[in-house]
């Protein structure tokens, strides 16, 4: 005997002012009592301490309390039977009922390395103290209401940079010291999940040839541990802007795609903060 919860869409996407429907559906090789069938809805933003930027006093304390932005019990079906062979039976819920206040903001679903946000459906059909109950668990994610999000096009906020020899950190070839290397660029700092990052950048000069032009998306996760505030920042996405050497003087587009549940909205909720930021 199995259950399982099949969401109405395969995307599993939502909005927080939409209907969750889906199906409860059973395999039983004989009909079976049950003393109700409910679904649990929780949801919670996620947080732990891991190596890198913890220190030893940060690592005591591992995993943080979750924070709790939704918990939800309802009843799909009072005490009954459910018959041999496969079963569906319908629900629907809102995660926001009218009048009434989520324990915090619903913030898009995220999946971090040290903070995540998630939303999940249990349900559960009790069969009393001598039977063991059937439960299944599936995740759905929460996208940002449409009255939300900002009109298009987004007013844009473009940061102008450059590059040259004199700007990076690491060590470089003789002959970029001293024959020069400088590109100039600008790229949008402020765009819609579902909206590219888009910019350009020009080579306007290079004393050796070029082999690949790339831009890295990354994204820094803060938890405030005690009184200590420890970061982590983690390389998510690497978008090829050129391939070989380039014309000198040619303005290439950069056009990258953010992947969707390894980033979000920048965010700072009880002692979590995140956002994100590229280099190349």
């Known amino acids: 005997m199995s259950v399982e919860i099949k969401l109405s869409r395969s995307s599993r996407i939502y909005r927080p002012n939409e209907a969750v429907e889906g199906k409860i559906v059973t395999k039983l090789s004989s009909s079976i009592s049950h003393q109700g069938i409910r679904l649990n809805v929780n949801a919670s933003v996620n947080l732990q301490v891991r190596g890198g930027s913890a220190g030893v006093i ?6 943080i309390k979750p924070i709790p932005i939704l918990n939800k019990t309802v009843e799909v079906l009072k005490s009954g039977k459910i018959s041999s062979g496969t079963t569906e039976i319908p629900f629907s819920f809102m995660l926001k009922d009218p009048g009434e ?12 390395g040290d903070i995540s946000i998630q939303y999940l459906a249990s349900v559960d059909i009790s069969r009393g103290y001598l039977h063991k109950s059937l439960s299944a668990t599936v995740e759905f994610i929460i996208e940002s209401e ?22 990076q950190r690491h060590s470089l070839l003789p002959e970029l010291k001293s024959g020069g290397f400088r590109v100039s660029g600008k790229i949008c700092t402020l765009c819609s999940l579902s909206d590219p990052i888009e910019g ?11 082999q690949s032009i790339d831009m890295h998306l990354l994204r820094v996760e ?7 505030i420890a970061t ?3 390389l998510i996405q690497t978008t090829q802007i050129a391939d070989g ?9 950069i056009y990258s795609i953010l992947p969707r549940l390894l980033t979000c909205p ?8 995140v956002f994100a930021y590229v280099n190349g």
């Open 245 to 253: 050497d380039v014309c000198r003087g040619l303005a290439l587009p």
């Open 58 to 63: 940060e690592s005591i304390y591992g995993v």
């Open 232 to 234: 982590e920042s983690s």
């Open 146 to 167: 449409k009255e939300n999000l900002p009109e298009k096009p987004i007013s844009p906020e473009v940061v102008m940079f450059y590059i040259t020899q004199d700007t």
């Open 200 to 210: 350009e950048l020009t080579v306007e000069a290079s004393a050796v040839p070029i």
């Open 266 to 273: 920048s965010i700072f909720v009880g002692d979590a903060e």
């Open 101 to 112: 206040e989520p324990l915090e903001k619903l913030y898009e679903t995220y999946h971090g």
């Open 222 to 228: 803060s938890i405030l541990v005690g009184e200590k």
